[in-house]
């Protein structure tokens, strides 16, 4: 009896209130301020530095981080922190490109094979499942190499890579509001097939998918910048983040700075992007 | 001497704004082996009342004030462990949900056991021997297997029987039934009903019975208390309160009650035949859920198809609404016949055919405001526009439609979750009219609602029917409601409907031995009726 009580008395009480917490918030909105300031660098890099990416000083060659050359000088007396902040628009557009790409790709696989079920379904799924079932980064290589190289086909490639993980995510969002009461009502009201996914199913969707959206767009960023890294993906002299890090590589041992600041930027915006995701994923998540 | 004395109680619970009181100075008294029904709509204060003589208020509950009295001893006063003592032995509860109120992992012969390890000095092959007694008692047959059973290898009327038999199995004074059978089919309800009121005539258990049902309260009862925003509005004997009542709120439960609302008049004109299935089947793997089951329904008037949970009803109405298609028959509707037609054929009739759901929260889109839920209908039938002309051009017919469902223009700007379910079901009444439709398919439309908004419901359900002549399908698994709105009406059981007639002939003289069973089980049936 006791245990059949102390059931009842539980099913009856207030869900616990989500304490807040002020750190919690403050690293959001740290967070947020180093994607902006990512997303500025790539959108109007020249108000963050005067200097020429590509203007090789051999004068000032290997010169240490300082009040001039914050993040110091290159083998080619190039002001690191320069390339870096110009770096950002190859690294930021590839991922933005990628995972624009990602969610078309997804959302149209995920929708169809959802919303149509059966043979549909288990086609597209087993296809899905292929994909996920290959190392994604071994993947995304095949296709560079099969596209030739270059921060777009770079991007590209991810994009195709990581649309599986979309595809699933909004396969199963687009079910779970198919089989929901409010499509049923919107099917009995009239509505069109196409109108009941662009007006129900799809923006019921989104927030999950926005989740996904951010902690794809740091694994974008990664990847591609380890596509350059490889030589795969952007070219020299182009700045991007990736590269820098490959160029640093041959004296890292005694020019640390080198690979030390680009690699630290990737981390700070890849680690941010997470945050962000992992909040949204909270938020939306009662 | 008395049982259970209440005295001017207060209950509150502790929110964000403090101590709010949800209970106001409640005062009763039970007798030995009499039944104190506490009766009132959602949000009356019944439970917590019911709850708080337990001792079971949930963590952020407290009694404020005001004394309970068991025998001689304050429970107010007493400690956890007196109460612990008490509870199960002295003091037990039947509760609410018998889907949530049973360990899932254990077997349930071993839960009724658990009470027996508490309260009594048996060996192990007593207790068993106890619980098959007691099982027995409740009305299982084959008892050693029912003890080894897992809760969900039993049906809802089952595990409330089980639920039951814990509550009594260690001889209670006092048996606290929160809402014992609010989930449970009529037939069921009054086997579970039934099987309490021999329980207290055998032993003289004095029980409080906590329900929002006025006819299950009526039956059941000696003494009625009409709970209303946490207060005890009137008490007293049961024939009294149901006969003549005093409070105009207690006036206005007794008047809601379906059994008692005006009958329409018998033999309104019917116009042609608008709905007509013929050998209706839908079969889902291996479960026939409609058996070749033929009616018609005609121009203007009220058919209603009723039936108990898995009765094959709402499929039906899925059928009509062209949401699931028949595995075969015919059914035509408005001369179209529906079977052979896609969903993409099926649209030009969504037109004249509309449905209400039982459950109108779930069938709104969470992102949209009421407006967009009622103009819904109407864009899926115009022509595109961009949005900023398309809100002003339907302005006129959502506004039209809110105020054929009684409900206030600035209705529109606001979101259902704001709404209470009466006035979610308000817009979902007003989403089926928008279109202007022929007929309309009701399922369950007032069986989530209190009693009092479900008349005034049925009550808009019927004027609507008169002013533009709709033809309504009405699926229902309630008689008593069936029988205030219906003209017509077919019962259905396992798939198959048993009998069909005019509503008259099929209640007052039923020829399939289900129907009469159904007709039995309609609670407070006899009580409200001769009171009339």
């Given at each position: 009896m006791t245990l059949i009580a102390e059931a009842e008395a539980e099913t009856r009480t207030a869900p616990p209130r989500r304490s807040r917490r002020p750190l919690g918030d403050a690293g959001v909105y740290l967070a947020a301020l180093v994607v902006a300031v990512a997303l500025l660098w790539a959108v109007a890099p020249n108000l963050f530095t005067s200097a020429d990416p590509l203007a090789v000083q051999p004068a000032l060659r290997f010169r240490p981080p300082s009040a001039d050359h914050w993040f110091g000088t290159d083998q080619l007396g190039r002001d690191l922190y320069t390339r870096v902040v110009y770096g950002a628009r190859a690294s930021l557009t590839g991922a933005g490109v990628a995972v624009a790409l990602a969610v078309l790709v997804g959302a149209i696989l995920g929708t169809v094979a959802g919303w149509f079920g059966g043979v549909t379904d288990s086609v597209i799924g087993r296809a899905i499942d292929v994909v996920l079932s290959i190392p994604g980064f071994l993947f995304a290589i095949t296709i560079v190499v099969l596209l030739g190289f270059g921060v777009l086909q770079a991007a590209v490639a991810v994009g195709l890579t990581s649309s599986a993980t979309f595809a699933r995510l909004i396969r199963s969002e687009v079910l779970k509001a198919r089989s929901s009461n409010y499509v049923e009502a919107a099917i009995t009201s009239g509505a069109s097939t196409f109108a009941i996914l662009r007006r129900h199913v799809l923006p019921n969707s989104f927030t999950a998918t926005l989740a996904l959206i951010t902690v794809q767009f740091g694994i974008a960023i990664i990847w591609i910048a380890s596509l350059s890294f490889l030589g795969l993906g952007a070219q020299p002299p182009q700045p991007e983040w990736g590269l820098l890090v490959s160029d640093g590589r041959n004296y890292i041992a005694s020019r640390g700075w080198l690979t030390l600041w680009p690699g630290l930027t990737v981390v700070a915006v890849v680690l941010a992007t997470n945050h962000l995701s992992h909040h949204l994923g909270r938020r939306r998540t009662p | 001497?008395?049982?259970?004395?209440?005295?001017?109680?207060?209950?509150?619970?502790?929110?964000?704004?403090?101590?709010?009181?949800?209970?106001?100075?409640?005062?009763?008294?039970?007798?030995?082996?009499?039944?104190?029904?506490?009766?009132?709509?959602?949000?009356?204060?019944?439970?917590?009342?019911?709850?708080?003589?337990?001792?079971?208020?949930?963590?952020?509950?407290?009694?404020?004030?005001?004394?309970?009295?068991?025998?001689?001893?304050?429970?107010?006063?007493?400690?956890?462990?007196?109460?612990?003592?008490?509870?199960?032995?002295?003091?037990?509860?039947?509760?609410?949900?018998?889907?949530?109120?049973?360990?899932?992992?254990?077997?349930?012969?071993?839960?009724?056991?658990?009470?027996?390890?508490?309260?009594?000095?048996?060996?192990?092959?007593?207790?068993?021997?106890?619980?098959?007694?007691?099982?027995?008692?409740?009305?299982?047959?084959?008892?050693?297997?029912?003890?080894?059973?897992?809760?969900?290898?039993?049906?809802?009327?089952?595990?409330?029987?089980?639920?039951?038999?814990?509550?009594?199995?260690?001889?209670?004074?006092?048996?606290?039934?929160?809402?014992?059978?609010?989930?449970?089919?009529?037939?069921?309800?009054?086997?579970?009903?039934?099987?309490?009121?021999?329980?207290?005539?055998?032993?003289?258990?004095?029980?409080?019975?906590?329900?929002?049902?006025?006819?299950?309260?009526?039956?059941?009862?000696?003494?009625?208390?009409?709970?209303?925003?946490?207060?005890?509005?009137?008490?007293?004997?049961?024939?009294?309160?149901?006969?003549?009542?005093?409070?105009?709120?207690?006036?206005?439960?007794?008047?809601?009650?379906?059994?008692?609302?005006?009958?329409?008049?018998?033999?309104?004109?019917?116009?042609?035949?608008?709905?007509?299935?013929?050998?209706?089947?839908?079969?889902?793997?291996?479960?026939?859920?409609?058996?070749?089951?033929?009616?018609?329904?005609?121009?203007?008037?009220?058919?209603?198809?009723?039936?108990?949970?898995?009765?094959?009803?709402?499929?039906?109405?899925?059928?009509?609404?062209?949401?699931?298609?028949?595995?075969?028959?015919?059914?035509?509707?408005?001369?179209?016949?529906?079977?052979?037609?896609?969903?993409?054929?099926?649209?030009?009739?969504?037109?004249?055919?509309?449905?209400?759901?039982?459950?109108?929260?779930?069938?709104?889109?969470?992102?949209?405001?009421?407006?967009?839920?009622?103009?819904?209908?109407?864009?899926?039938?115009?022509?595109?526009?961009?949005?900023?002309?398309?809100?002003?051009?339907?302005?006129?017919?959502?506004?039209?439609?809110?105020?054929?469902?009684?409900?206030?223009?600035?209705?529109?700007?606001?979101?259902p979750r704001e709404l209470s379910g009466g006035q979610r079901q308000r817009v979902a009444i007003a989403r089926a009219l928008v279109l202007e439709p022929t007929v309309v398919v009701l399922d369950e439309p007032i069986s989530a609602l209190d009693v009092s908004v479900a008349a005034q419901i049925l009550a808009l359900l019927r004027r609507l029917q008169e002013d533009r002549g709709l033809t309504y399908v009405f699926i229902s698994h309630d008689l008593a409601v069936v029988r205030a709105i219906s003209d017509r009406v077919a019962v259905m059981s396992n798939g198959r409907i048993v009998e069909q007639g005019p509503v008259q002939d099929v209640f007052s003289n039923p020829q399939h031995e289900y129907t009469v069973q159904l007709l039995d089980a309609i609670a407070g049936r006899d009580l409200l009726v001769g009171a009339r």
């Amino acid at each position: 009896m006791t245990l059949i009580a102390e059931a009842e008395a539980e099913t009856r009480t207030a869900p616990p209130r989500r304490s807040r917490r002020p750190l919690g918030d403050a690293g959001v909105y740290l967070a947020a301020l180093v994607v902006a300031v990512a997303l500025l660098w790539a959108v109007a890099p020249n108000l963050f530095t005067s200097a020429d990416p590509l203007a090789v000083q051999p004068a000032l060659r290997f010169r240490p981080p300082s009040a001039d050359h914050w993040f110091g000088t290159d083998q080619l007396g190039r002001d690191l922190y320069t390339r870096v902040v110009y770096g950002a628009r190859a690294s930021l557009t590839g991922a933005g490109v990628a995972v624009a790409l990602a969610v078309l790709v997804g959302a149209i696989l995920g929708t169809v094979a959802g919303w149509f079920g059966g043979v549909t379904d288990s086609v597209i799924g087993r296809a899905i499942d292929v994909v996920l079932s290959i190392p994604g980064f071994l993947f995304a290589i095949t296709i560079v190499v099969l596209l030739g190289f270059g921060v777009l086909q770079a991007a590209v490639a991810v994009g195709l890579t990581s649309s599986a993980t979309f595809a699933r995510l909004i396969r199963s969002e687009v079910l779970k509001a198919r089989s929901s009461n409010y499509v049923e009502a919107a099917i009995t009201s009239g509505a069109s097939t196409f109108a009941i996914l662009r007006r129900h199913v799809l923006p019921n969707s989104f927030t999950a998918t926005l989740a996904l959206i951010t902690v794809q767009f740091g694994i974008a960023i990664i990847w591609i910048a380890s596509l350059s890294f490889l030589g795969l993906g952007a070219q020299p002299p182009q700045p991007e983040w990736g590269l820098l890090v490959s160029d640093g590589r041959n004296y890292i041992a005694s020019r640390g700075w080198l690979t030390l600041w680009p690699g630290l930027t990737v981390v700070a915006v890849v680690l941010a992007t997470n945050h962000l995701s992992h909040h949204l994923g909270r938020r939306r998540t009662p | 001497m008395t049982l259970l004395t209440v005295d001017d109680l207060t209950v509150g619970y502790r929110g964000p704004n403090g101590l709010t009181p949800v209970v106001h100075q409640v005062s009763f008294e039970v007798e030995p082996g009499q039944v104190l029904a506490l009766v009132g709509e959602s949000g009356s204060g019944k439970t917590t009342t019911g709850h708080a003589v337990l001792g079971l208020l949930p963590a952020n509950g407290q009694v404020i004030g005001g004394r309970i009295r068991f025998r001689d001893q304050e429970l107010t006063e007493l400690s956890a462990k007196g109460r612990r003592d008490l509870r199960g032995r002295a003091v037990s509860l039947i509760p609410q949900d018998p889907g949530v109120s049973l360990d899932p992992v254990r077997p349930v012969g071993a839960q009724v056991e658990d009470v027996l390890l508490l309260h009594t000095d048996l060996d192990r092959a007593a207790r068993r021997e106890r619980v098959h007694e007691l099982f027995e008692q409740v009305g299982f047959t084959d008892v050693e297997r029912r003890y080894r059973q897992y809760p969900h290898e039993l049906s809802g009327g089952m595990r409330q029987r089980v639920l039951i038999a814990a509550a009594i199995a260690a001889d209670p004074e006092l048996i606290i039934a929160d809402e014992p059978t609010s989930g449970l089919d009529a037939t069921v309800q009054k086997q579970v009903l039934d099987l309490i009121d021999e329980l207290r005539a055998r032993s003289g258990t004095a029980v409080v019975l906590v329900t929002h049902d006025l006819g299950v309260a009526a039956d059941r009862s000696d003494l009625i208390g009409v709970m209303q925003g946490g207060r005890l509005v009137e008490a007293g004997p049961t024939a009294r309160v149901i006969g003549t009542p005093e409070h105009p709120y207690t006036r206005k439960l007794v008047e809601s009650v379906p059994s008692r609302i005006d009958r329409r008049p018998a033999g309104r004109p019917s116009g042609d035949t608008v709905i007509e299935v013929r050998d209706l089947t839908k079969v889902f793997g291996r479960h026939t859920a409609v058996d070749h089951t033929s009616f018609e329904v005609r121009r203007g008037e009220t058919f209603s198809i009723v039936g108990e949970s898995g009765s094959g009803k709402s499929t039906t109405a899925r059928i009509l609404t062209g949401l699931t298609r028949a595995t075969s028959g015919r059914v035509t509707v408005l001369g179209a016949d529906v079977t052979a037609l896609s969903r993409r054929g099926f649209r030009p009739l969504r037109r004249d055919v509309q449905i209400v759901h039982q459950n109108p929260y779930s069938s709104f889109d969470p992102r949209f405001d009421v407006f967009d839920v009622v103009e819904e209908p109407l864009r899926a039938f115009a022509p595109a526009r961009w949005p900023w002309k398309r809100r002003a051009a339907h302005e006129d017919r959502v506004l039209a439609a809110l105020e054929a469902a009684a409900l206030p223009a600035d209705f529109a700007e606001r979101h259902p979750r704001e709404l209470s379910g009466g006035q979610r079901q308000r817009v979902a009444i007003a989403r089926a009219l928008v279109l202007e439709p022929t007929v309309v398919v009701l399922d369950e439309p007032i069986s989530a609602l209190d009693v009092s908004v479900a008349a005034q419901i049925l009550a808009l359900l019927r004027r609507l029917q008169e002013d533009r002549g709709l033809t309504y399908v009405f699926i229902s698994h309630d008689l008593a409601v069936v029988r205030a709105i219906s003209d017509r009406v077919a019962v259905m059981s396992n798939g198959r409907i048993v009998e069909q007639g005019p509503v008259q002939d099929v209640f007052s003289n039923p020829q399939h031995e289900y129907t009469v069973q159904l007709l039995d089980a309609i609670a407070g049936r006899d009580l409200l009726v001769g009171a009339r």
